[in-house]
């Protein structure tokens, strides 16, 4: 048996038949074969086809989604064989902001908390008026197709009111988090030139109120380009503008009262007309600016929501992110499934481990999002929601940010809901959505992802760009999509572009994620390609440590690195450990023997180092790259990037890796 096997050798849940057949997933399978004349029995023959028959497959997407726009004529895809180059819809005209905005009636559209300080709602009628005031004081204030608008926000329903605002028009929008420093911020907005900024006053973060408005006004004073910045109040509610360049409040910039919107007058554009900037991490360099398309996001989100995630009207979407992740994105575009969304900002173990299953409890949270750490953590922590939380209306759990180990499996079916579907999602902000992700007519196998997504013709290869099955690799996907970017910002060759995805393997996308496909047709994920770990030649995935390691119960955390030594490459692990928990000898032998046992020798590290923190991203992922280059002298790039970027002095010159 292995590290992902459960016991008996099955699977760890499996959908009811009624299930399967009430899911959106069998009812296009099913089209499908109605419209074609095909034969397609299950979930792998139906992937099967959508690779094989792309322009059916999108168009026949576009029409069971019920996009509104004019998806024009054949063929779907020019250029299908050029990657990058490949266009899809290239007579389509559509408005992304239209699509989320499908409903005007009084339902909860929103519903936000800010910890235990903000409780509000948002009606679709309500959501749907304030844009089309917003759109009118953003045309007013000379917004117009193509150009930037930015957002410093939390995750508040304002920031949604402004992307579809903005999105309506035609323009762009891109977004930070108010823990983003000044530099931060500046190194993302600064490359795109924004005509209006938004930005809350401040956040709540584990029972404290963090006043943002001085940083506001330094990054307003270093955006020449900004004629606008709209102060929305989370913290107060009326916020000083005073002292902060070409600012006003929301209410004031607003055109109209409450109920003066009228119909929104959508700009329809084309498919690929950009909608999102979305940044790289940034930890090894100023960030890359990634362009969206309207239509591909729209599309690709489409699929994911109402097929891999089986969302209906009326369910309650949700997850766990700030405008810093991607995930954000994601969870928004749920309004086109005519979803309601429920946001949460602030930390999501205030005052304790429950206040999100409270949430979920009371919002009736039908998808619940949220990271792989935060599971862990409630894990390690002793948290049993579902001792205190029915959960009736929740169907599906979904997990990404870093891969879920096998244990996680186990306590979300223990210890959550045992009657739940548990996804593993994985993509980037590269895709804004995934490669490999969830399926409600399939079973869920301890440690795996289900399934490869629609659509999306992902392989793995080994180093020589040769594909492999049941070993490790690069993901790739040898086909184009209509999620890939559009482009990066400032990138007039494109090069930049090329050599982020196509330079390894020419005209196929590798994606930089080391992984491995099952024999149930799913996947696992052993950490990214530049983080693999090289020791005497053979490739270590670091994620197959981590799940080793943090089954003991005195560490918490843990992070891997190859430290270069005597002509070769040693692997270093750090560990964080609970309270109380000492680093000793005892402990080190037992990690070893966990990751021996576990894993292979091959894993087992040459040092073992204790630490009291783990530098990692804005959005949760720990920085491994970053604590290379420190233990190596090297210089961090982009330190603005990192939520603790003082964590990596604990790295530094350290006594037990000089020997």
Known sequence: MNDHASPDGQPIWTPSPARVAASNMTAFRLRVESRHGVDLPDYAALHAWSVANPDAFWSDLWTFCGIIGEPGGAPVITDRQAMPGAQFFPEARLNFAENLLRRRDEAAALICRGEDKVRRSVSYEELYDTVARLARALKAAGVGPGDRVAGYFANV??????????????????????????????????????????????????????????????????????????????????????????????????????????????????????????????????????????????????????????????????YFTTLGWMMWNWMVSALASEAGLVLYDGNPFHPDGNGLWDLAEEAGITLFGTSAKYIDALHKQGYKPGERHPLERLRLITSTGSPLVPESYDYVYADIKAEVQLASISGGTDIVSCFALGNPVLPVWRGELQCLGLGMDVQVFDADGHPVTAEKGELVCTQPFPAMPIGFWNDPDGAKYHDAYFARFEGIWCHGDYVERTRHGGMIIYGRSDATLNPGGVRIGTAEIYRQVEKLPEVTESLVIGQSWEDDVRVVLFVTLAAGADLTEDLVRRIKTQIRTGASPRHVPAKVVAVADIPRTKSGKITELAVRDVVHGRPVKNKEALANPDALALYADLPELQR
């Open 157 to 318: 329903p304002e920031a949604i009111m402004a992307m579809l605002a903005t999105a309506s028009l035609g323009a762009i929008w891109s977004s930070a988090s108010p823990d983003f420093g000044t530099q931060g911020v500046l190194d993302r907005f600064g490359q795109i030139e924004p005509k209006v900024l938004f930005a809350v006053d401040g956040y709540f973060y584990g029972g404290k109120t963090f006043d943002i408005l001085p940083k506001v006004a330094e990054v307003a004073v270093a955006l020449p380009t900004v004629t606008r910045t709209v102060i929305v109040g989370y913290t107060r509610d009326d916020p000083p503008t005073a002292g902060i360049r070409d600012a006003v409040a929301w209410n004031d910039f607003l055109d109209g009262p409450p109920g003066s919107g009228g119909d929104i007058a959508f700009a329809h554009l084309p498919f690929n007309h950009p909608l999102y900037i979305m940044f790289s991490s940034g930890t090894t360099g100023v960030p890359k600016c990634i362009v969206h398309g309207a239509g591909g996001t729209l599309i690709q989100h489409l699929k994911e929501h109402v097929l891999h995630c089986d969302v209906k009207p009326g369910d309650r979407v949700f």
